[in-house]
C-alpha cells in the first residue's frame, strides 16, 4: 500500500476516535442527567490534566525505549478499551477517573502519530514539510466523518458514541503495528538530566516578560477553547425542549452543523500565509481572539430559525479563532526561541493550550454555569452564558495589543515572507 495512503487512513482514524465523542458527550451528559455542571466541567478538564504530563512521558519512551509506532499502536488498544467501559459507566465519579484514564492513553497519540508520520515519510525520501500538511487535513475529514456518523445514526445522546469510538480505537491500534518501524532516535547511554528530560528546560523562557505574557495568553485561549467544544453541541440540542425549534435542521443535525467548524479550519489554514504577510504576527493573534467574541456573541443571539444564519457564521469563524493563534503563536515560539530549547518551547506552548487552559476553561465554566446561569425550571441561561463567555474573549482581545510587545528578528521575517 502506497505510504501516503497508509498515513492518510491513520490520520482519519486518529481523529475520528476523537470526534466520535468530543463534540457530543455534552450532550449526552445533560440528556442522559449523568451529574452537575460542575462534574461535567471536571470530566471535560481531563484533557488538560492528561496533556499536561502524558505527551511527554510518551516522548521519553518513545525516544529511548520502543518504538514509536509500537507505542502508539499499544496506546490506541488500551483506550479502546477505557471507551468500551465509558459506555458501561453512569455513576459521575467513576465517569471522570475511567475518562482521565482515557485521556491519558489518547492524548500522547496526537504527538506520536505525527512522529510515525515524519519518520515514515522521510524512510521513502518524500518532502515532509510539503506532502505532510495534505496528510494531516484527512485528520480533519476524519473528525468531521465521525460527527455525521453520530448525527445520523442518532447516537448524538447514546452511549454508543463510546462504542463506535471504541471500535476505530481497537482498529487503528491493530493497524498500527503495520506501520513503517519508527525505532527509538536516542541512545541508551545519553545523559540528561530530569530537567530536559521532562522538557522543563523551558520554563527559563518565562524569564522573559514577551514569553511570560504570550503563554499567559495560550492558556487563557486554550479556555476558550474548551468552552466551545464542551457546550456547542449541548446548546443547540436544548431548542429542542421549545416546540418552536425541536424540528428544525440545526437540532436534528446539531453535530453536521457543528461540523462546519472543522470545515473552517481547513479554508482558515489555507489564508493564514496571506494574513501574516499583510498583519504580521500580532495582529493575525488579535484577530484570532476577536473572532472568539464573535464565536460565542453570534451564539448569544442566534436560534435554530430566524437566527439560524448567526449560528452558521458562529462556526465559520470558529476557523479563524482556533487557527490563526495556533499557527502563529507555532511561529512565534519556533523564531524567538532559542535553537536548544525549541522543541521543549513548542511543546510548553501546547501545554499551555491543551494542559492548563483546557484544565482553567472546563473547570471553571462548569462552576459559573452551575452558580449562575441555571433557571428556576432547572434549564440553562444560554444567552447569558454565550455573552458572559464573549465577555471573557473581549477582555483578552482588548488588554493584549497593550501588553504582548515583540520585535521581528530575521528568522521571524523570513517565515512570514515564505509562509
Not at 30 to 40: D, E, M, R, V
Not at 134 to 151: K, S
Not at 342 to 363: C, D, E, I, Y
Not at 364 to 370: D, H, K, P, R
Request: charged letters at 10%.
Amino acid at each position: 500500500m502506497n505510504i501516503k495512503f497508509r498515513l492518510i487512513l491513520m490520520n482519519f482514524l486518529q481523529f475520528f476516535i476523537w470526534g466520535a465523542w468530543l463534540i457530543s458527550i455534552g450532550k449526552y451528559w445533560f440528556s442522559n442527567n449523568l451529574g452537575s455542571n460542575i462534574q461535567f466541567g471536571a470530566i471535560f478538564s481531563t484533557m488538560g490534566i492528561a496533556s499536561i504530563f502524558s505527551p511527554t512521558i510518551a516522548g521519553i519512551i518513545s525516544d529511548k525505549y520502543i518504538n514509536a509506532e509500537k507505542l502508539y499502536g499499544l496506546l490506541h488498544i488500551l483506550g479502546a478499551l477505557t471507551l468500551f467501559i465509558i459506555a458501561r459507566v453512569t455513576n459521575p465519579v467513576t465517569f471522570f477517573w475511567v475518562m482521565l484514564l482515557n485521556m491519558f492513553f489518547y492524548m500522547p497519540t496526537l504527538s506520536l502519530s505525527i512522529s510515525v508520520s515524519y519518520s515514515a515519510l522521510k524512510k521513502s525520501g518524500e518532502d515532509v514539510v510539503k506532502v505532510f500538511p495534505p496528510i494531516r487535513t484527512w485528520g480533519t475529514v476524519g473528525f468531521i466523518a465521525a460527527l455525521w456518523t453520530i448525527n445520523f445514526t442518532h447516537n448524538g445522546e447514546s452511549a454508543n458514541q463510546f462504542y463506535i469510538a471504541s471500535f476505530v480505537a481497537l482498529t487503528l491500534g491493530v493497524y498500527a503495528f503495520t506501520l513503517p518501524q519508527c525505532p527509538p532516535m536516542a541512545a541508551k547511554n545519553e545523559k540528561k538530566s530530569w530537567v530536559e528530560l521532562m522538557g522543563l528546560d523551558a520554563f527559563k523562557l518565562f524569564k522573559s516578560p514577551r514569553f511570560a505574557i504570550f503563554f499567559a495568553f495560550s492558556m487563557l485561549l486554550g479556555a476558550a477553547l474548551q468552552l466551545t467544544n464542551a457546550y456547542g453541541d449541548t446548546f443547540l440540542g436544548d431548542f429542542s425542549k421549545n416546540p418552536v425549534y425541536k424540528d428544525t435542521i440545526a437540532v436534528t443535525h446539531s453535530e453536521v452543523i457543528m461540523s462546519i467548524s472543522q470545515f473552517s479550519e481547513t479554508l482558515f489554514i489555507l489564508a493564514i500565509p496571506f494574513f501574516l504577510r499583510k498583519f504580521g504576527i500580532k495582529y493575525v493573534m488579535l484577530f484570532s481572539m476577536i473572532a472568539w467574541v464573535l464565536r460565542f456573541g453570534l451564539f448569544a443571539y442566534g436560534n435554530p430559525a430566524e437566527g439560524f444564519w448567526m449560528i452558521i457564521l458562529s462556526c465559520i469563524v470558529y476557523g479563524m479563532a482556533f487557527d490563526f493563534f495556533n499557527i502563529s503563536g507555532s511561529l512565534f515560539v519556533e523564531t524567538q526561541a532559542a535553537p536548544e530549547i525549541r522543541g521543549s518551547a513548542q511543546g510548553l506552548f501546547m501545554m499551555m493550550v491543551n494542559g492548563f487552559g483546557a484544565f482553567f476553561g472546563s473547570n471553571v465554566s462548569g462552576w459559573l454555569i452551575q452558580q449562575y446561569f441555571i433557571l428556576p425550571n432547572g434549564q440553562k441561561d444560554w444567552h447569558g452564558i454565550w455573552l458572559s463567555f464573549a465577555g471573557y474573549a473581549l477582555v483578552i482581545a482588548i488588554i493584549f495589543p497593550f501588553v504582548f510587545r515583540y520585535k521581528h528578528n530575521a528568522a521571524l521575517k523570513h517565515a512570514i515572507e515564505h509562509a
